[in-house]
């Protein structure tokens, strides 16, 4: 192969970028929105460059924590963790126009479009499959449960994911969008993110964490957290049996940073990025026996790593390259590469969407029903006689209990999406995403809308109110918290703020409500958190006496008595006094297989929800120490958060509505 040389990269002064695509003759370029120190001057910006002047001719604001784009057409879609997915107008580059703002089930991370089949990877609740033949009114199709799915591609009736967490290349058979199913899973040698197949041949991009050798049970990670950066190829002609035919590994690293891989297909060549590690040229003409041909990095950073690649863009000889911590740079190639390789589908999204099943997995059943279909559920909020249902971009509804009747609508505005709930008569507090958080109040048997508060442009994903009325804490996307005084209840005013978590990923992550001044909260790779709050400030500052709690998104809190009990992978109470006691050792939920998720405790009664699996697990509690599972049910919507009154259970199922179930007397 002829030696292929790349120019100097050229820094555009368009600040931190996520990620590109060519778009005719302009580059669009995403920036997320999320991290303060990244983006103090906006929300989440989509760009429209000219490379030719290397100026920006157009923009658009408030994209959220955007991540990946694909360009179909004059319209682009682009992925927003939190804040869903944005379909967005190219025909004008000087004005993009917002054409929808979507709310997926989980955090938008990866994306592919072929034959009008939009899919979503989500963060740790699969691929979403959406029909976007209208563009301006999205439907939803299906949820297939891969695993932590990064990136994906789509190729005839199949779809491929890289999943980070279990390191494997999933297929799924989506030939029925309605009814997607898993083919295969294969293990990779490294964390699984971008992947591309051409002609039945499957090209995965790995990072970080290769895999012990067979026998070693308990690796020291430094030996192997540096070794599972490169690329593997893959024979998928039978897509339910991929066959491994070879790997090049890049140079060893490890860091903790945007972890983001990609790989394309030009020619013979494979065009795979790898975060702070650099892009590679990796010539595949051989597929037995590929080898990289160049290595390109970014800048180096004050603390002496490459500025980490979040996406890459080629078209003819140009090279886009988005740096994450830096700016967006562009490279030309010595030569025009062949048309990057485009996915292909022969499936039709005309399907009606997946239906709900309610799977018993227990002997012991209950009676169920389900209401507001057509609307997408997030959580429900107990009002006495009211019911407080947060329905995303539908906005907020307020139920007659008993019938169900919605006796109002509260809509969103602009981007909003409505995602939680509090209530202190006669004001609710809704955390409305982008929007921020709005504050209604009651007058005459009506809501309406007397205050916003915007932590900083970031989305508010999330409120616990604490149980004196006194204060509030707000989730700010997946950075932090703001603590609200409610001295006075119209006009919530911030005293304090945390905006540098690193975990906040999963959402859910606070008990009921606050006691007094005091909240808590759970934080991946940080643990449990106690923040107590004043008119002057807050405090934070680790539950140091618990065991490590590790928060992930089968992970949840709440009251029993006076203690605190961190339901994940390990079920325990912790004691509320702060005093170093030794904590309740595991405490083992009888009488259940998979007993993960987010609980929620009334009297004797813990119902547990995990909507990445699909799980909902009814408990009755003789004590703290004895939690024995009476009733089991796996189902294929996404229940959130239960809320329980005193004849019933209620459960927020995303696309599917919500659930209603008898409660279990015992």
Request: proline share 8%.
């Amino acid at each position: 192969m002829e030696r292929i040389q790349l120019s100097p990269l050229t820094s555009l002064g368009v600040g931190p970028t996520i990620n590109a695509a060519f778009y005719g003759p302009y580059i669009i370029a995403i920036q997320t929105g999320t991290y303060p120190t990244l983006s103090p001057d906006h929300h989440g910006r989509l760009l429209v460059i000219d490379p030719k002047s290397r100026k920006v001719i157009g923009q658009m604001d408030g994209i959220g924590s955007a991540r990946q784009l694909v360009i179909q057409g004059d319209i682009a879609y682009i992925t927003s963790r939190e804040d869903g997915l944005f379909i967005v107008d190219l025909k004008n580059p000087t004005e993009p126009e917002l054409l929808s703002h979507y709310e997926t089930t989980e955090f938008a991370t990866g994306i592919a479009l072929a034959n009008d089949l939009l899919v979503i990877s989500l963060r740790q609740y699969g691929l979403e499959l959406i029909d976007v033949r209208d563009p301006k009114n999205p439907r939803y199709l299906s949820l297939v449960r891969t695993g932590e799915a990064q990136s994906l591609w789509l190729d005839g009736h199949h779809a491929y994911a890289g999943v980070w967490g279990s390191k494997e290349l999933v297929i799924a058979d989506i030939s029925d969008p309605s009814h997607p199913k898993i083919a295969s899973k294969t293990p990779l040698d490294g964390r699984g993110d971008g992947v591309t197949v051409r002609n039945h041949i499957c090209f995965a991009a790995t990072g970080q964490h290769a895999r012990p050798p067979v026998g070693v049970a308990d690796p020291a990670p430094e030996t192997y957290e540096k070794l599972g950066n490169g690329l593997e190829i893959f024979d998928v002609h039978d897509p339910a049996h991929p066959v491994f035919l070879s790997r090049v590994k890049f140079p060893p690293y490890y860091g903790l940073t945007f972890d983001m891989w990609s790989v394309q297909l030009s020619g013979d060549l494979a065009l795979v990025s790898n975060t702070r590690n650099g892009f590679f040229l990796v010539d595949i003409s051989d597929l037995y026996h590929p080898r990289v041909l160049s290595r390109t990095l970014l800048p180096l950073q004050p603390d002496g790593t490459h500025d980490p690649i979040g996406g890459f863009a080629i078209q003819g000889n140009q090279l886009a390259l988005a740096g994450t911590g830096t700016d967006l740079f562009l490279a030309e190639f010595s030569q025009a590469l062949p048309p990057v390789h485009q996915a292909e589908l022969t499936v039709s999204p005309a399907s009606p969407a997946q239906p709900l099943e309610m799977n018993f997995l227990t002997d012991s059943r209950l009676p169920w029903k389900r209401v507001l279909e057509g609307y997408q559920v997030q959580y429900i909020l107990d009002g006495g006689n009211r019911l407080f249902a947060a329905c995303s971009d539908q906005g907020l509804l307020v139920l007659e209990k008993n019938t169900f009747r919605i006796l109002q609508q509260l809509p969103v505005t602009g981007p909003g999406l409505t995602r939680s709930v509090a209530y202190q008569a006669p004001y609710l507090y809704v955390a409305e995403g982008p929007v921020g958080m709005v504050t209604y109040k009651e007058a005459a048997g009506k809501f309406e809308k007397i205050h916003v508060y915007s932590p900083h442009g970031r989305s508010a994903t999330d409120l616990q109110l604490s149980d004196n009325g006194k204060f509030l804490l707000l989730q700010c996307a997946s950075v932090g918290v703001v603590a609200l005084s409610l001295k006075d209840p119209a006009a919530p005013r911030p005293v304090d703020e945390k905006l540098d978590y690193v975990g906040l990923f999963y959402g859910r992550h606070f008990p009921q409500r606050g006691r007094s001044n005091d909240f808590y909260l759970a934080v991946n790779r940080e643990g449990l958190r106690h923040i107590h709050v004043t008119e002057e400030g807050m405090t934070e500052e680790p539950l140091s006496y618990a065991p490590h709690f590790n928060a992930g998104p089968s992970s949840g809190l709440d009251y029993i008595g006076d203690m605190l009990l961190c339901n994940g992978r390990l079920c325990f109470c912790v004691p509320l006094d702060h005093a170093p006691q030794k904590p309740i050792e595991k405490i083992q939920i009888s009488g259940a297989d998979y007993s993960q998720g987010k609980p929620r405790i009334a009297d004797d009664l813990m119902v547990i929800t995990e909507r990445a699996e699909g799980y909902i697990t009814i408990c009755r509690i003789h004590d703290p120490a004895h939690i024995e599972c009476r009733i089991q049910i796996r189902t294929t919507s996404s229940p959130d958060l239960a809320c329980i009154d005193e004849q019933f259970i209620y459960l927020p199922a995303g696309r599917h509505g919500m659930l209603v179930l008898d409660r279990p007397q015992w």
